[in-house]
């Protein structure tokens, strides 16, 4: 198998969801396209990744095209060819966006950045499919897809300038691909016209392994090493009941389902927190992929989680070293020029109508990130003593 493939938990939907409300009727004038009838809630997720099954459980779809990058393939890694579609909300794109940054090579592969608000994806008024929409600066504001609110169109947003296409959806269909889900991060073939892979897992990877002729930083963040030990804390722990965990908690339809997750979430967040008060990173003392994994999830803890997602047993804030080690990785410019709280809490908060209907969005952003982490001698203590 080659290294950008990795078996790891996927999970496949395995009914359809059903929302049993109708929304209002869809006019907002702010909206890409007018809609003059009541749409179904109902049909919002026909694509989406936020389907349960029959006892309400959130199961994740698995990505769909995988593709790896890698020499003497029909995708070999080459410059200015690979174009990455990004939405600096989304904790798996970010992280991808993040290892850009990290490994430098952001001169030869092109990135584009969404709205944070799902829009409406289709000028057809019986189409009420909503997800990742492009926007310029300054264009004017969006509305939930109820119509409510106004979020503004900012700086970071970054159309695709070689596809124009205005969303997500778009471009998938272009690839011919008309089933969804939609999905960010999307990593696209500029020379052959084709999405190349829409699983994080593996597009990390490649950015890791596969760029090293052009990457302005030769750092690896899968050392050999590790990697064992690494991808069976993420299969046991970290992707299950910490990355997907939130999902599972915030996605649940039914109280059995969440509090199985819920539960998960914190006896898998003291485990991280004890094993991170002796230890600078999870793998030791090394950054690694995971590491990058775990602080996507936990950097969205307290702004968003435990109030979206109902994970609020406790909250990052009450794991000094969860905590100290969010502001550790976040010290890290690349890491930090990768994050953007106002996507993030826009995103969550005014994308999904059946959690937060008016597309309120709460004050609290969580724990100050630039104060010092005091990690530098976790783990080295004792040989200093
Ligand atoms: N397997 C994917 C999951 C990506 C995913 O679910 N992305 C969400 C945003 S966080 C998305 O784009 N959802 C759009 C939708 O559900 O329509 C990965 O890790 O790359």
């Not at 702004?303 to 010290?331: E, H, M, Q």
């Amino acid at each position: 198998m080659h290294r950008c493939l990795k078996a790891y938990p996927l999970f496949f939907a395995v009914s359809p969801n059903a929302f049993a409300f109708t929304l209002q009727p869809f006019l907002s004038s702010h909206s890409s396209f007018k809609q003059s009838a009541p749409v179904l809630l109902s049909s919002l997720n026909m694509a989406t990744n936020l389907e349960t099954d029959k006892k309400g459980t959130y199961k994740r779809n698995a990505a769909k095209h995988r593709h790896c990058i890698q020499k003497g393939s029909e995708f070999p890694p080459e410059a200015d060819r690979y174009h990455i579609h990004i939405s600096l909300a989304c904790p798996w794109a970010d992280g991808v966006l993040a290892m850009l940054y990290l490994k430098g090579l952001d001169h030869i592969i092109s990135h584009s950045v969404v709205h944070p608000t799902w829009g409406k994806t289709s000028p057809d008024p019986e189409d009420t499919h909503f997800g990742w929409v492009y926007k310029k600066p300054g264009d004017d504001p969006v509305s939930n897809p109820l119509g409510h609110g106004s979020f503004k169109c900012d700086e970071s947003l970054l159309p695709d300038e070689f596809t124009n296409v205005a969303s997500v959806r778009e471009l998938y269909n272009q690839c011919g691909d008309n089933s969804g889900p939609y999905t960010t991060p999307t990593v696209y073939d500029k020379k052959t016209k084709q999405i190349v892979c829409n699983e994080s897992t593996e597009i990390l990877k490649m950015l890791n392994f596969e760029f090293e002729d052009f990457a302005q930083n030769k750092i690896n963040f899968y050392p050999e090493e590790l990697m064992e030990d690494l991808h069976q804390l993420n299969d046991a722990v970290v992707y299950p009941k910490v990355n997907n965990g939130v999902y599972r908690c915030g996605f649940a339809k039914s109280q059995e389902a969440y509090d199985i997750a819920v539960e998960e979430i914190f006896v898998a967040l003291d485990q991280l927190e004890l094993r991170l008060s002796k230890q600078r990173y999870l793998g030791g003392s090394m950054f690694t992929w995971l590491d990058l994994r775990l602080f996507m999830t936990m950097v969205r803890f307290d702004p968003v989680y435990i109030t979206y997602f109902k994970t609020n047993a406790k909250r990052l804030v009450d794991y000094p070293n969860l905590l100290g080690f969010v502001r550790d990785v976040y010290s890290m410019p690349s890491v930090k020029k990768s994050i953007n709280l106002d996507h993030i809490k826009t995103h969550y908060f005014t994308s999904h109508p059946h959690l937060n209907t008016f597309g309120i969005i709460p004050v609290y952003d969580g724990p100050d990130l630039d104060l010092p982490h005091g990690r530098e001698n976790v783990g080295t203590e004792e040989r200093t003593n």
